[in-house]
């Protein structure tokens, strides 16, 4: 049962130490250039979007607000 445990660890390590000295794929430049335009869109998208949201919300909240202000006397302050 130890010379199994034995193996069986020798053959992940092995796997490992492959693992770690296979050489990479190259990444090509453009493709690296592709990507982070890719994500600085979509960070500029996700902004943009959430301005838009939370314009929407202040507006509807104003709305809101001077409809029931309409409804009854104006209050001071």
Known sequence: MAGYAFSHETVFA?????AMTRE?????????QDRFEN???A?????????R????????????RLSKQSGKDPAPG
């Not at 092995?14 to 492959?18: G, H, P, Q, T, W």
């Not at 990479?24 to 690296?32: F, G, I, L, N, T």
């Not at 960070?43 to 301005?51: D, L, M, N, R, V």
């Not at 929407?56 to 104003?62: A, G």
């Open 53 to 64: 949201a939370r314009r929407e919300k202040t507006k509807r909240l104003k709305e809101l």
């Open 24 to 32: 990479r794929e190259p990444s090509s430049k453009a493709y690296r």
């Open 43 to 51: 960070a500029k998208e996700t902004i943009e979007a959430e301005q």
């Open 14 to 18: 092995d796997l490992r130490l492959a």
């Open 39 to 41: 994500t600085e869109r």
